[in-house]
C-alpha cells in the first residue's frame, strides 16, 4: 500500500464508547456531525444500519456543489468497530472508487479512542481530501457529544 492509499484520523472523546457508536447508528444523529465543516449541509438520505444494509448521503456546499457518497455497512460490532465501504458518485473527481472506512472505538479514561481509517482509494490525491474531511467531522463529532453531556 502507498502512502497515499490511506488516511488516518483519531481523536479523543469525552463520552463513553456506546455514545460514541451510537452517533454513527442514527440517521438524525449522524447529520449533525458527520461533514467535513458547519458550511457543508448534509441530508442523510438513507441509512439502514445493519450489516449489509446501505446508507447515501448527499453534502451541498454554500457554492452550490453536491456530492452523493454511497455504501455497504460490512461489519458492525457494537460499540467497539465498524466497517463500511465508501463510494463517491459522479460528477466527482474521485468517483467510482469505492475505498473502505474502519472505525475503531476504545474505552480510554473516562471516554474513549476513536480511530479512522479510511483506505483503498487507488488516488493518492485523495488521501488528503478525506484525511482533511474526516478530521473536520470528528471535530464536529466532538462539539455534539461535549454539548449533549
Sequence with gaps: MTPG??????RRLAAPPERVFAAFASAEVV???LTP???VKLTVLELD???GGHYRFAYDTPQGQRMLVGGTYRHIQAPKQLV?????????????????VSVSIAPSGDG???????ERFERADANARHAEGWAGALDQLRRLLTEAR
Design 5 to 10: 492509499e490511506r488516511a488516518e484520523v483519531r
Design 31 to 33: 447529520g449533525l456531525w
Design 37 to 39: 465543516s458547519p458550511d
Design 49 to 51: 444500519f445493519r450489516e
Design 84 to 100: 463500511f465501504s465508501w463510494l463517491i458518485e459522479p460528477p466527482d473527481i474521485h468517483a467510482g472508487i469505492e475505498s473502505q
Design 112 to 118: 474513549s479512542e476513536l480511530l479512522i481509517l479510511h
